[in-house]
Each structure stands twice: as C-alpha cells, then as structure tokens.
C-alpha cells in the first residue's frame, strides 16, 4: 500500500539527531521556557527573515495571538472585519471569531485555490482591519496589487503560513510578506513536531512582545501580570525536535516540488484537471498535491482498491459547517464546486520515484 503519509518515515530521515535531542531534553531536567525555544526561535526568524519569531503551542492559537496583540495594542476592536478565503481550513476562520471579529469570506481563484486577490476590495467596508491571507496548499499568494489594496485601506496584512513554510515570493519567504504570519508545526505539516507547535514571525516589536505577554498568561515578568493572558507555549521537547528538522526543509520541500513536477508532465488523463506549477515568481512547497475530477469520490474509491491512499482537502466547506450555522444558507459557488472535486494525492520526502510511477500509471489508466 502507498501511505498517503508515512510519518515515521519522515521523521526517520533524522532519527539520530532527534533521537539525541529528545534524550538532551529529558536530561536537561528544564521543559518549558528555555534554551531549546530560544534556539529554534533564533533560527525560524533567520529562516524567514523576520525580526522575531515566537514558538507558541499549535497553528491556530499563532493566529488567535496575533489578533488577539492587535486588539491589545488598540488596532483592532470587536466586531471589527478580517477579510478570508472561503476555502480555507477552518482553523482561520476560527482565529478570527474567537477573537470577537467578523470572518468576511472571499471566494478563491478556482486555478490557484488561493483568495482572488481581484475580489478582495469589494468586500472592505469602515469596519475591514485586516486580510487573513492563507498560502493554501504551500502556494503564496501574494501581489503588488494585494499589498497596495492593504496601504490604501490601512488593512493590516496576517498570513496564515501553516501550509507554506519555505514558500516564497521574488526571493521573499511567507511569514515575511505580512504584518505578522502564523505557522503550524502539526505532525503532518511540511515541518512537522511530534505533538502540537506553532510559532508567529513578525518585523513589529510591539506586537511581538504583545503575543510573548499574551501567550505566557498575559505576563512579561514573572507574576507580573499585563493582559487576560492565554497559557500557548512551545515545549522544550517539541522545540529541539522542530530546529533538527528545520535543517532539512528546503531539501525536503526540494522532493515535494521534484514530485509535483512529475505528476504535472506524467499524468495525462482528461478526466483529471492538475494543479498549475507557478511561473518562477513564486516557489511553491506542495504541503500537497491536488487534482480536481468531476467523479471524485469514484477516482477515490479506484485508488482505495489499487492501495493507494489519498486524502480530501476538505470535504465540506467552513460555510456548510454547523459551527457556522449563520452561514448555511449563502453561496460560495466556486468553493462549493471545489469541496465536491478535489483530492490530495501522496507526496512527501519519503515517496520513492517507483512509487510516483505507481500513482501515475493507475491515474492514466483511470
Ligand atoms: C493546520 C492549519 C492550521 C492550524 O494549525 P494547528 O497547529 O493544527 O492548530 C491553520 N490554518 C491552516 C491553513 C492549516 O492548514
């Protein structure tokens, strides 16, 4: 069978150095709040290219801290709107009504998957503060265009990076094209812990101290107490194992793009629409790879019985969900079209050429 992730594998490639990370760690005796964090925080800003990076404890409170710090900081108030793809995972949308904000969806660019940058300006009203602009998939989305929309209307600019780390545009990494930039460390993601992590990055100092108060109870000295603080930190052991595999990334996302390559020219079946490979002005890191078919759930189904396993990204879309019962009733056509299409086919550092060559032959015989 042809995991869609083998996980182990993946960690497996480093499994010595995590090894003795792990046992550093245990041995160390200290497990929150110290060197490890503090290493891995140094390198994920350099990596980046950001003043700061922050480790907190997943994705989705990286984003609640970061509008969180601006209502702190007096930039954002509640009911005040953040402007989202329609498309995207939930947690986004999540980060946005947890805070009291209201989540404007905007429909994706059914070629990129990613918001249409084009239909963003129709939907800023008085109340529009921020952008919440999610690198779905592991490709940027990212413009000129976009950039002078957000100065105009004095919009401030988050990503969503959870998908993306090591994506870039002209040269410029995401995590870095934006006011501040969320990232995700669950296991499955290109830089994947051993449990939950998330970091911010951001240039602003005042909002990265902001988050560093609100994420350790609201505290910047000890038993000092500034804001109604959360408690989402980066453990220790999670830290040590994130800055190994930090190392590795941009090789490791050198095989996802090798794979992505290959699918794009091999497989050749009408049935199946493929993704589009971007021009060199963004590089692309493939958290995964997507073909759209009208018959979707039998192409699945087809390639459950040829032991490949794939997986869909996602299947109801967050205005269909109960959770947003507000949003049952309103269209988001192209949304809608691509939760019924979609499906993710392996790729991962670990997948062998013999493998890919699999998965083509059965695609082109479907
Ligand atoms: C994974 C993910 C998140 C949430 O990250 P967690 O670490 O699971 O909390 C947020 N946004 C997107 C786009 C994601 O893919």
């Known amino acids: 069978m042809i995991k869609f992730l083998d996980l182990l594998q993946v960690n497996f490639l480093h499994k010595e150095e995590i090894e003795q990370r792990l046992l550093d760690v245990f041995r160390s ?23 700061h990076a922050i480790g907190v404890a997943n994705g989705l409170d990286a984003l609640r801290l970061i509008l969180r710090a601006y209502k702190e ?8 709107e953040v402007i ?90 995401t995590g870095k094209l934006g006011d501040a930039a969320g990232f995700s460390f669950y296991p499955g993601k290109n830089l994947g812990a051993l449990g939950d992590a998330g970091a911010v990055t951001t240039e602003d100092d005042a909002l990265a101290a902001t988050i560093r108060a609100l994420a350790n109870y609201g505290s910047n000295q000890k038993y000092v107490n500034i804001y109604q603080g959360l408690n989402s930190r980066l453990d220790e052991i999670q830290a040590a194992v994130l800055d190994v595999k930090l190392k590795y990334i941009d090789e490791e996302n050198a095989v996802r793009r090798m794979i992505a390559k290959r699918y794009n020219k091999e497989i050749v079946n009408p049935k199946l629409q493929l993704p589009e490979i971007p021009n060199d002005e963004q590089e692309h890191v493939w958290h ?38 507000e949003w049952n009733n309103k269209s988001y056509p192209i949304s809608e079209q691509m939760h019924d299409e979609v499906l993710s086919l392996p790729i991962s550092p670990v997948m062998s050429d013999s493998e ?11």
């Open 29 to 51: 005796g200290w497990y929150l709040l110290g060197e490890e964090v503090k290493r891995f925080e140094v390198n994920l800003a350099a990596y980046i290219g950001t003043k």
């Open 288 to 325: 995964v790879y997507v073909v759209r078919s009208v018959d979707r759930d039998e192409l699945q189904q087809y390639l459950t019985d040829n032991g490949v396993q794939t997986v869909i990204h996602y299947p109801i879309p967050p205005h269909k969900q109960k959770a947003y019962a």
């Open 73 to 80: 900081l007096g930039l954002i108030k509640a009911g005040d």
């Open 356 to 366: 890919v060559t699999t998965i083509v032959d059965l695609l082109n015989k479907y």
């Open 84 to 173: 989202v793809p329609s498309n995207t995972y939930i947690a986004s949308i999540l980060a946005i009504s947890d805070n009291n904000l209201v989540p404007v969806l905007v429909e994706p660019d059914p070629q990129t998957f990613n918001i249409d940058i084009g239909r963003i300006e129709e939907k800023i009203t008085a109340r529009t503060k921020a952008i919440m602009l999610v690198h779905l998939q592991g490709r940027v989305v990212y413009s000129e265009q976009l950039r002078a929309v957000a100065t105009k209307h004095n919009l401030k600019i988050v990503e969503d990076n959870a998908q993306a780390i090591g994506a870039s545009w002209q040269g410029i990494k």
